[in-house]
């Protein structure tokens, strides 16, 4: 076979369908239509010379040369992926360092986090205190406008939404 004229990317296809065993589930995980992955499929027949997976009520079974080829496949692809920058996990001997000046930033923002998080229980705070403050008195709509339900006297809807604003 010439690896000039062979589709490398039909190996995604071959190790997605030896995994899941099923054309649907294959081409969700790889972001493909079904019919293209089905197409895909038939090419890579053609090229290896093998059906490679067979047609069964309990999925798409693999066949002698699909099972033997499956383990090189994964690992040529394992290759390439962290050959290319797929693994990209924190290696400490890989060299990269983080300055001081990107600490001091992440700490800036640490404290920022922590203010605006009390910022919030501040105002949930205030929030809760209203509807204490208010809870004896039920406050309705009618007509589009906030009144007391006993009185129906027209509640001040913006000092309601100044206090809400703060």
Request: proline share 4%; with cysteine; net charge positive.
């Amino acid at each position: 076979m010439n690896l000039r004229s062979f589709d490398l990317n039909l190996l995604t296809v071959f190790d997605a369908l030896f995994e899941t065993q099923s054309v649907t589930r294959a081409s969700t995980q790889l972001g493909m239509a079904q019919p293209a992955l089905s197409h895909a499929l038939k090419r890579l027949r053609l090229a290896l010379e093998d059906e490679l997976f067979i047609r069964t009520a309990q999925g798409m079974v693999p066949t002698p040369r699909a099972k033997l080829l499956a383990g090189p496949v994964r690992e040529a692809l394992q290759s390439l992926r962290a050959a290319i920058g797929g693994d990209k996990a924190f290696d400490p001997a890989s060299g990269r360092v983080f300055k001081p000046s990107v600490i001091k930033e992440i700490a800036k923002l640490l404290k920022e986090i922590r203010a605006l998080r009390n910022l919030c229980i501040v105002v949930c705070e205030q929030v809760l205190s209203f509807i204490l403050e208010i809870a004896d008195r039920i406050l309705v709509m009618e007509n589009g406008r906030i009144v007391h339900s006993d009185t129906r006297e027209h509640v001040d809807e913006a000092a309601i939404a100044r206090f809400l604003a703060v």
